[in-house]
């Protein structure tokens, strides 16, 4: 018998593989069928890297006090419980990187893919099924974990080829976060002011240049930034006008410290990019923007609760955006500001390659 139309949907989006709770789809069910096989509507890609999202890596490192034996286990453990690599506390992922092994042919010739190709997931590994067999090595400073493993993808999973011209590493870092460059992108007008909180990290470099590029010459960026080291590239990127080094978790003295850097009767921008990977930053982040302006808020670590009753709270009807890790174009949008920039791409290569 022909499957139905919401079937062949259900299937491409990978429902089929959900153990519990049955009905649910793969993100936010609690557990995957990781078995490492792939049916015909599925392709199997060969694990070798996990760049894991960094509030879930934060997480994790600091459950695990940076100890690298006790961190692989706390990974082969989520996995091995949920069948993917979804941490149950920030509720994030990752991307990973791998080669096909086993092509679905009409997911190939949707994405110009063959066997034997390197990818990288435009898809978070909460989405995902994963199955490790072991954990070589683990990269601190870099979010990313060397292993052996083998993922499913289902035909609704975006996915990059990756290129030739830029470094591996540099390439798997930049498109963790490449809907953040692309999202800003369309939300930002040009002549507008912009702060971005989180500015030194790997999706705020992004997009402070996918901003620059946007806003023209005579839009303004804001810069805030809490590490010294990470404010240093910020500088050395030169694309912010201001630069701030404050701790959005404490919002009135963060008020005090970019109030100060621009004018203390104007200071407040039209567009608020949220880009840290730490809990307690919305109320910062309303602060910091017109009442009448825009907010994205990409980090995962942002709770909906302090967000929608804070902006209540103080009168505010600011118009706040979830960030979507999706975009048309989002993975060549990013790649291309690495190409664009040589700066950023020095700055990745410094801290990925
Ligand atoms: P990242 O490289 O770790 O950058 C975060 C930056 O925020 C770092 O420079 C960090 O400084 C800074 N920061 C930390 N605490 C701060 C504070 N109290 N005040 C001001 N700045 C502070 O992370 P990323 O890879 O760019 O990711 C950024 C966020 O995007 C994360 O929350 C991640 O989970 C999220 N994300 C969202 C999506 C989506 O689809 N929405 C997709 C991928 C990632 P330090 O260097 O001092 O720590």
């Not at 990288?120 to 870099?142: C, D, F, K, M, Q």
């Amino acid at each position: 018998m022909p499957s139905s139309p919401n079937q062949d949907i259900f299937h491409s989006l990978g429902i089929h593989r959900v153990i519990e709770p049955v009905g649910a789809l793969p993100q936010p069910a609690w557990k995957l069928d990781n078995t490492p096989v792939a049916s015909s509507t599925e392709t199997l890609i060969d694990v070798q890297k996990l760049h894991i999202d960094s509030a879930s890596f934060t997480q994790i490192a600091t459950a695990c006090e940076r100890d690298s034996e006790r961190m692989s286990r706390h990974i082969m453990e989520i996995v091995a419980s949920r069948g993917k690599m979804h941490n149950p506390v920030t509720g994030s992922g990752g991307v990973l990187m791998g080669t096909v092994e086993q092509l679905d042919k009409e997911f190939g010739k949707s994405h110009s893919l063959a066997i034997g190709d390197t990818i990288v997931s435009l898809t978070s590994l909460s989405w995902l099924p994963l199955h490790l067999a072991r954990i070589h090595r683990i990269h601190l400073e870099r979010c990313e974990v060397e292993v052996e493993g083998k993922a499913i993808f289902f035909r609704s999973n975006p996915l990059a080829k990756l290129p030739n011209d830029l470094p591996q590493n540099l390439v798997v870092a930049a498109l963790d976060v490449a809907g953040a460059p692309a999202r800003v992108a369309t939300l930002a007008i040009p002549g507008q002011r912009v702060t971005v909180l989180g500015a030194g990290g790997t999706a705020g470099l992004l997009t402070l240049c996918a901003l620059r590029q946007r806003l023209g010459s005579a839009g303004e960026i804001i810069a805030v930034e809490y590490s010294e080291k990470a404010l240093q590239d910020v500088a050395s990127l030169g694309v912010a006008n201001v630069l701030v080094q404050a701790d959005a978790t404490r919002p009135l003295d963060l008020i005090a410290q970019v109030s100060n850097a621009c004018s203390p009767a104007d200071y407040q921008a039209d567009l608020t990019i949220n880009v840290v990977n730490v809990p307690h930053t919305e109320f910062a982040t309303i602060l910091l923007t017109r009442t009448d302006g825009r907010i994205l808020f990409f980090s995962m670590a942002t709770s909906f609760t302090a967000a929608a009753l804070g902006a209540e709270g103080m009168a505010r009807q600011v118009e706040m955006h979830i960030g979507n890790g999706y975009m048309p174009d989002h993975g060549a949008i990013a790649l291309q500001l690495l190409r664009d920039y040589p700066a950023l791409r020095t700055i990745f290569a410094k801290r990925f390659g």
